[in-house]
């Protein structure tokens, strides 16, 4: 199997692949557009992309990427996020005055990089951060990175473990271009991803929500996007239990398609431990 992701090695979504598919052809992709496209045009089996951190929220651009796309989720896998500073041989906390990582990244050490009185600056993903700062061979300027990417690059550890949260995790998404066996939603530990968006009148939001608990889902996350083509309207990310079954779940859907102008079911995925 080819397996794309965003980044290179050892970016947190390389080592997610691995762990999700061990011994599998991972193939790098500049962007998480990119390695989606690379999936829906047949370059690649499966695409593993982050779509939640538990501290900093949704990844809003692989959301629009499901709702706009044709992939579905077969797989949700939480993995634990170790954020550390990264700086050349001869550097040191003290050394330091810029560091450059993810914008998710920065975001989760948000803390750390403000008492320490650090530039930060934005890089395509934290691998990258780390290879950029190994050729720079600046001492005055650090990576936030996975602790594989200081081997992989040759630099050192400044300070672990630097995110505000210690139980910081990033969920991962597996996406085919195979659409999602409904009769998986009868196990009582699948998550069933819904994208939608209502007709624009009073109430219809309301009516939609009422609708999945009127069916006896419970609802885990509703999230809000803009909808590109259309100003000041969006649609909303859903995630429910499943454990009803597949024909409670098409009534359910049936019903809901009467207060939506679009529904589409993103996947149906048995929830997983930590990877």
Known sequence: MKIAYSGIEGAFANIAAGKIFPGEELLSFPSFEQAYRAVEKGRCDVVVLPIENSYTGEVAQVTDLMYEGSLFIHGIYPLRISQNLLGVPGSSLETIKKVISHSQALAQCADFITDHGFEPVQAGNTAVAAKQVSDLADPAVAAIASKETAKLYGLIL????????????????VLTRGQPDMDSAREKDSNIILAFAVRHEAGMLAEAIGVIGRHGFNMNSIRSRPMKELMWQYYFYVEIDGRYGKEALEQMLGELSDYCETLKVLGIANKQELI
């Open 158 to 173: 400044l300070a672990p473990d630097i995110n505000v949260r210690m139980n910081n995790t990033t969920r991962f998404a």
